[in-house]
């Protein structure tokens, strides 16, 4: 018997260059030394999205990539970064409508877990990814809640550059509550953000491949406040994250996703 249509696409597609990436993150100050890195054009019609939503896409080629960049913009009504999970389901939902990526990188900062070896300025290749505030004390629901799911393999990736591996747990908030903590140490988390799960559930929701890069900006397990050290290690930790989000698209460029 033949196999079914959508698993023959599914292989053809693994066995394919690459062609597309979009990346999707979070905050102007993570975003721009990539835009700037690829050469990337703001994309001023903004036709692609929803008339009045603040997302940004940046867009060009790189080698024989074309690259998408899209960020949640600025909150319309207090002017800071669209962080968290609302945003960022909406606008993977969006741009993997509008744009048709071949491959999802979501990059940015994370908070880190001294216990699990995580340091200021280390950049993890997330393994797994998930929630760790959606309690739902229900049996079933639970396990939807904290919706865990493996990221894209990448054993060549892991092999080539010198990124830390890790689970990624995510939540709406920067700091961290009792309930948090017993959750992300029930996802036995290595790094901790505000939007790497719900991005991940929507790029499977639509069967699109996703991988993780997290820089470490605070010690959440550490003895100073996160927000102080995060704030503190901001700028310096981005080109951390530069370094390698160039690095892992210069060995995606002339692969296909069974060679990731």
Not at 47 to 66: A, D
Not at 202 to 210: C, E, F, G, M, T
Not at 221 to 249: C, H, I, R, S, Y
Request: proline content about 6%; some cysteine.
């Amino acid at each position: 018997m033949a196999p079914p249509p959508e698993e023959c696409d599914a292989g053809l597609a693994a066995r394919r260059p690459i062609s597309s990436i979009l990346i999707i993150i979070a905050m102007q100050t993570e975003a721009f030394p990539l835009v700037n890195k690829f050469q990337l054009s703001e994309d001023t019609e903004r036709s692609l999205f929803p008339k009045g939503v603040p997302w940004v896409r940046y867009h060009g080629k790189y080698k024989n990539l074309s690259i998408n960049l899209v960020w949640p913009g600025k909150d319309v009504i207090l002017g800071v970064d669209s962080v968290g999970t609302v945003s960022a389901s909406l606008v993977t939902y969006a741009s993997i409508q509008a744009l048709k990526p071949d491959l999802i990188i979501n990059a940015g900062t994370a908070g880190g877990f001294k216990v699990k070896g995580a340091c200021i300025g280390d950049v993890f290749l997330a393994t797994d990814v998930a929630f760790h505030d959606r309690r739902i004390p229900i049996p079933v629901f639970d396990q939807y809640g904290v919706g865990a799911r493996r990221t894209h393999d990448t054993p060549n990736i892991v092999k080539e550059l010198n990124l830390k591996l890790g689970r990624l747990s995510t939540g709406d908030s920067l700091d961290m509550s009792p309930h948090d903590e017993s959750a992300i140490l029930a996802n036995e988390a290595a790094i901790k953000d505000m939007e790497g799960a719900a991005v991940a559930y929507v790029a499977d929701l639509l069967s699109v491949p996703a991988i993780f890069v997290k820089a470490v900006t605070d010690i959440v397990d550490g003895e100073k406040p996160a927000a102080e050290e995060f704030l503190q290690n901001l700028v310096a930790v981005t080109a951390a994250l530069d370094q390698a989000v160039t690095q892992l698209v210069d060995f995606i460029n002339g692969r296909c996703l069974s060679d990731l």
